[in-house]
Every structure is written in structure tokens, then in C-alpha cells.
């Protein structure tokens, strides 16, 4: 298992397949306790001269509280054959089991945060804005009826890119 590191300019890929399709993983935390979960929302671009992703957590999620708690967290994408481990990530909580060893993800400690070793490209992320998203700033009022029944509005979070890193 080894990432060669590579700048995010130089990254060819396409974020509407990577995040919406194939999922990524939101991790955070360290070698004494992190958390992680499947995320299909979230974007990539550049937002005060820096380049940046966006990631979007419930306040139920268990690894929201990492995220909050950690300057960094991390954005990991896999191979198609992680589906299934991916899901799983998504579907159970970390406050009730080792979800990670559950979906046989191995943890690679990297940047003073968390990955995966199944891992084929991380981007180690440092938290610059964050906010939530209140029903009242919904221009499309459909998305809340349809989005958020019980009411549990994400957390917006802008985050600079720090590294990037690709398996080798």
C-alpha cells in the first residue's frame, strides 16, 4: 500500500461520479479514536483563492462530532468493488460497533488524521467555514419537505485541500 502524493491541480477526475455515484467516505480523528461515514453530497472547486471541497454531515451523524472536534478530516474514494463496504459505512453507526473493521477497511494514519489503505485517492482536508442550513435560507422550499422531514438540517462545511494523495 503506498499514495504518491500529487497537487489537486493535477487531479483528473469527475466529482459528479465520484461523490453522487460512487460515494466517498468522511473521516476524523486519529490513532486514539476516529469515525467514519459514507457521504453522497459534497463538491470540489476553489473558494477564497484556495482549493477546496464542501462536505455536508446531519447533526445525528456520530462522525460530525470528529469532524467538529479535528481542524482536518478526510475524503476517501475506492475502487468499485468497495461498494458494499461503502454502504455499510453509511447504514450503521460507530457509536455501536467498529464499522470500519466491519466493512474490512484497514485505518491509514496520514497528516495527523484518518483514511483507508482501500483506499485509491484521499484528499486530507483542513476546515476553513462551516454552517448550518436552516429551512428559512431555502430558496427551493420543496427540498425541505422532501429533504428533511424530521427536520435534521446538515452542516455545511468548506474545507481547504491540504494533500492529495493517489495509490501508487
Known amino acids: 500500500m503506498n499514495f504518491k502524493e500529487i497537487k489537486p491541480e493535477e487531479l483528473n477526475f469527475n466529482p459528479f461520479t465520484k461523490i453522487g455515484s460512487d460515494w466517498m467516505?468522511?473521516?476524523?480523528?486519529?490513532?486514539?479514536?476516529?469515525?467514519?461515514?459514507?457521504?453522497?453530497?459534497?463538491?470540489?472547486?476553489?473558494f477564497w483563492g484556495k482549493n477546496v471541497v464542501t462536505a455536508y454531515i446531519r447533526p445525528q451523524r456520530y462522525t460530525k462530532e470528529f469532524v467538529d472536534a479535528n481542524d482536518v478530516f478526510t475524503l476517501s474514494f475506492f475502487p468499485p468493488e468497495y461498494k458494499q463496504a461503502l454502504n455499510l459505512c453509511g447504514t450503521v453507526s460507530g457509536r455501536d460497533c467498529d464499522k470500519a473493521a466491519q466493512a474490512g477497511l484497514t485505518p491509514y494514519y496520514v497528516d495527523g488524521t484518518t483514511s483507508f489503505t482501500q483506499a485509491d485517492m484521499i484528499f486530507v482536508c483542513k476546515k476553513i467555514y462551516k454552517d448550518e442550513m436552516p429551512a428559512e435560507n431555502f430558496i427551493a422550499k420543496e427540498n425541505d419537505e422532501k429533504w428533511y422531514p424530521n427536520k435534521d438540517y446538515h452542516t455545511m462545511y468548506i474545507a481547504e485541500i491540504l494533500n492529495v494523495y493517489l495509490k501508487d
Open 25 to 46: 467516505l468522511i473521516t476524523a480523528g486519529n490513532e486514539d479514536g476516529y469515525n467514519t461515514m459514507t457521504a453522497s453530497w459534497g463538491g470540489t472547486g476553489v
